[in-house]
């Protein structure tokens, strides 16, 4: 009996190599970023570089598949697994460049926009210039085609007022210094490490707080000040939130100042029990809180706190019925 030889396509190993390739890149590159090991251009070049390799497994492995539904042979398995990994691989890279796209570019989020909070450490954004460069295409050009809306329409959607109408000073009815110390307990709390601090050296002087977070799962740091001042009430706080770098994660800096407010709530609850506290809206006219009127209740002079003196070495009695009346 004759035998035919078995069609054998190299597409589907290949494409399973190549695939476990891009995977092993990806998860490399995001562990290296976790742990701070890389930057954020360098985490997202090597997302880019995994997408290119990704999709030429999944060419590999369409290919194996056509050659294996017209001449047969082995070969699914493989083909099967280069394209599992192909996505496996290709999935990070895409929700990292559609959070790019949504987001905006880097994003410094204040509650008094007009006279922010001073932060002390700078973002340097010159040392992302590949991540800058691509972010601001993505923005201005890929976000307006997929969208469909005019290129200034679409612009809008990053305005930094968009949906942060809750961001707003908030006054306290403490002293400047108890918020202080409120303030520096929730960033404790928070697991966020103060880098500058200026501690109150009164009760009602002006202090202000520094700290420096990670998002959770790709690391990626951001600063948030506290700004702490007297007000008629007792004392007006202002945040303010900076990324470090285009990228995105879950969080965003409106999620890290209202983590702030929620989580000095909480401290100021366990401390002084139910204390409210003012949200500043703009526009909004300082309350002037009346002030309280204080009765004298005394109705006769009051006697000396001290026994008086006398030259001739007598003493009085104060029941005697000839003293002088204090009152008249």
Known sequence: MKRYA????????????????????????????????????????????????????????????????SKGGPGVPSALTGL???????????????????????????????DPPELKTQAIVEQQPFLSWTTVLLKEKAYPFLSGLPQE??????????????IVPRRYRIAPGQLHVAGAKALENLNWTIVDELPPDLLDAATRLQAEGE?????????????IRPDTVGALLDVRSRSRTSLRDLSTNAGQ???????????LLETYGNLARLSVDEGEEEEELPPIA??????VIPLPGF?????????????AEDLPDLEG
């Not at 959770?216 to 700004?227: N, T």
């Open 6 to 69: 078995v069609h054998r396509t190299a597409s589907a190993p290949a494409s399973r190599t190549i695939a476990s390739v891009a995977l092993a890149i990806t998860i490399t590159a995001f562990a290296a970023k976790r742990f701070g090991f890389i930057d954020a251009d360098v985490f997202f070049l090597s997302l880019l570089f995994s997408a290119c390799v990704a999709l030429f497994a999944l060419l590999a492995a369409f290919v194996a598949f056509q050659r294996i539904w």
């Open 84 to 114: 599992l990994f192909g996505v496996a691989a290709l999935f990070p890279p895409a929700v990292v460049v559609g959070m790019l796209v949504t987001s905006g570019g880097v994003n410094d989020l204040a509650t008094n926009p007009v």
């Open 153 to 166: 329409a679409a612009l809008r959607r990053f305005e930094p007022d968009r949906g942060t109408a809750d």
């Open 215 to 227: 998002t959770h799962i790709l690391g990626l740091k951001f600063d948030v000040a506290l700004r």
């Open 257 to 267: 100042i209202r983590t702030v407010f929620d989580e000095i709530d909480r401290v």
């Open 294 to 299: 204080l009765e004298d209740q005394r109705e």
């Open 307 to 319: 026994k008086p003196y006398f030259e001739n070495g007598e003493t009085t009695d104060p029941d």
